[in-house]
């Protein structure tokens, strides 16, 4: 089984910067795909942004993009999630995401394609 725990949630103003990060332990496998989802009260579970196993493509829904960035430090089980000019409408709990893939460089955009979940992290931005 795999356990992801999220960090670096909180309370920001509106046009801050948060990073979040995720850390994978327990029986986790190579390679892997790694995504970011948040769901905000009465909404459904959005993608954020979506990473490769090899980090080489990323994907990020239209509102994210030029604001917030992926990444991954696969040797210590890592994804990041930076989030600049933070808006209100951003104040969600977001959680990441694993799944297992094969060495291509594919992203997945579907809460229903991951396997393993983390609790998630309360990000709230005050305008």
């Known amino acids: 089984q795999v356990q992801l725990v999220e960090s670096g949630g909180g309370l920001v103003e509106a046009g801050g910067s948060l990073r979040l990060s995720c850390s994978a332990s327990?029986?986790?496998?190579?390679?892997?795909?790694m995504a970011w989802f948040r769901q905000a009260p009465g909404k459904a579970r959005d993608l954020v942004a979506a990473i490769s196993w090899n980090g080489e493509e990323t994907y990020y829904a239209d509102s994210m993009k030029g604001r917030f960035t992926i990444s991954r430090d696969s040797a210590n089980n890592t994804v990041y999630l930076h989030m600049n000019n933070l808006k209100s409408e951003d104040t969600a709990v977001y959680f990441c995401?694993?799944?297992?893939?094969?060495?291509?460089?594919?992203?997945?955009?579907?809460?229903?394609?991951?396997?393993?979940w983390g609790q998630g992290t309360q990000v709230t931005v005050a305008s």
């Open positions: 995401a694993v799944r297992g893939t094969y060495y291509t460089s594919t992203v997945f955009l579907k809460a229903s394609e991951y396997n393993f």
């Open positions: 327990g029986r986790t496998f190579s390679p892997y795909a």
